[in-house]
C-alpha cells in the first residue's frame, strides 16, 4: 500500500532521464513480498479478535444471554437462516427494492439538482420545497404514505426514494454552483461554447459531487428502507426478519440480521467510495 | 495617457524590445466597474485609462492590489466590458473572448481531469475550424518542447509541482498561436526559486516567438526584469502613473543585467511612483 502510494505519487520522469548532478531520478527500491497484504492482515486480526473477546464475554454471562448471544450462535443461527430459506428471500426483497429505489431516486435527482445548479430561477422555484423535504425527517410521512398507498411494496419503494433523492438533488446542485469560476474563465478564454462549457467542464467537474450524493443517498435510503419494512408492514425484507425476531425474543437472530444489514451498507457505502476515488483521482490529496 | 510620458531618469538609447511602434491594441478613456445592484453604486477600478500595446513588445503592468489591472487585462480579453472608452485589437473592437488572445492564468486554471497534452488540446478543440488530429499533436509537441514538458504528455495537473502546472497554462496559451497573450499574475503562486526560473524561461520562449505580451505582476522586479515597457498604475480607481521604457539589455538573465546600476535606478524609480500608494492602502487598511 504504501509502496504503491510512492510509486504514484511523484509522475515517472521521463525514461532515463537523468539528473544533472548525476543518478538516476528513479530508482529501484526493496519492499517486503508482504507489504500488499499488510492491511488485510490487520483486518482479519482485529476482526477475529474482536469476535473471540464477544464469544468469551458472551459465554461469561454477564450480561443476560437474551440480550447478547453469543457470537456462535448468531453464526449459526444465520447459517440455518440462509439454509432453510428464511433469510435468502427477505435479504432479495430488501435489495432489490433498493436498488430500485436508488435508481429512481438517481433518474430523478441527479438531472434535477444539476438543472437547479445551472438555471437560477428554477434553483429558486424549487429550493423551498427542496430543503424543506430533505430535512423533514423520513419516519414523518409514514402514516400518510400508509394511508395513500397501504402496506407494502410500493409504499417502502416510496420511502426509499423518498429518502434518497434529496441528498443525490442537493449534492448534484452544489457540483454546479462551486465550479471554479477560474476554470470557467479558462472555458470562455480558450472558446467553449455554452454547452461546451457544460459537457468539458461543469459536468466532469461535478461527477464527484453526483457520486458523493449517491453515497448520502445510500445511507439515507437504507434508513428509509428499514423505517418503511419495521412500520410499513408488508411481511417482507430484513426491517421484517428484524421485527419478528423481536417478538420472538430470538437473540441470535436479531444480532445476525444486524450483522447482515452491516455488511449490507458497507459493501454499498465502500463500493461507492472506491468509485468516487477512481472517478476524480485529483481530489485525492497526494500524501500524508 | 499615451506613451507621451516617458522616464525622467536620464535618456538611454533603446538596446531592446521593439523596432516597430505598430500598435496591436489601443484603449482609449477606458472607465471600467462593477455595479452592485443593491446598493445602486459603482465600484469604480479604472478611470480614464488611454493605453496602446504594440505589436512584438512585452508590456508589463504593474501596481498595488486593487489597481484594477486585472480588469484592464479582462476588458482586453472581453469579459468585462468597459462602462466608458472604447478598446480594440488589430483595429476590431473587442466584442468577446477570441482565438487571437490567449491568457495565462495566476492559478493555472488546468481542468483536473485533463492529462497534460489534452489540457493543451482544449486551447485548439472549441473553436472552428479545428486543426486536424495529427496538426494538433504536432503543436502539442512543440510547444511542450518549449516549454521543456516533453515527456509529461500523460501526466495529470495534480502529479506535477506548481512551476510545471504553470508550465502547461503557458504551453495551452501559446498552441494556438495567439496574436496576443495576456498574463494574469502567472507566477504569483509558485515559490521565488521556480518564480526567477519561470522569468528566464519566459524570456527565453517570448524570444524565440517575438510574442506580443501583456503581463501583470505586483512584483516591481518582476516588471523591470521582463518588460520592454512598464506601465505604472496606481491604486484604486486605477490610473497610469507613468509609462517607463525599459532600456536594459536582453537576454536579462545572461549578463549582469539584473545586478547593474540602471536596473536598480528603474526599480527605484517605480517604487518611488508607487510607495505612497503602497504605503497609503497600508494606512486605510488598519483604519
Redesign the interface.
Known sequence: MTADLEATATPAPPAGQQNPGGGKVLEAMTVSRFAPFRNTVITIVNLSTFFVLWELLAKAQIINPLFFPEISDTFSAIWNGFADGIIGPQLWHSFRNFMIGLAISAAIGIPLGLLMGAIRTLDLILSPYVWAMAALPRVAFIPLLILILGFGQSMQLTIIVLSAVFPIMVNCMAGVKTVDPSLIRAGKVFGASRLQMYVKIILPFTLPFVISGINQGIARGLVGMLIGELLGGGGAGLGFLLDRAGDRFDAPMLYGTLLILAVFSVALVQSMRYLERRVAPWREVPKG | MRPATSTQLAPQPRQSGTSSHEVLVCAEGLTAGYENRRDKTRLIALRNVSLDVRRGEFLAIVGPSGCGKTTFINMI?G?VKPLEGSITVDGKPVKG???D???V?Q?Y?????RTVESNIA??ME??RPRPPKDEQARRIAEVLEMVSL???EK??????SGGMRQRVGIA?ALV?QPTILLMDEPFGAVDAMTREAMQAELEKIIAKTRQTVVFITHSIEEAVTLGDRVVVVSNRPGQIKEVVDVDLPRPRFDAEVKTSARFAELREHIWSLLAREALGAKREGEA
Request: net charge positive; proline share 10%; aromatic share 20%.
Open positions: 480579453n469579459f473572448p477570441s482565438s488572445r490567449a491568457m492564468f492559478d486554471a488546468l481542468l483536473p481531469w482544449f486551447a472549441n473553436r516533453t515527456g509529461f501526466s495529470y495537473p495534480h502529479e506535477l495551452r494556438t
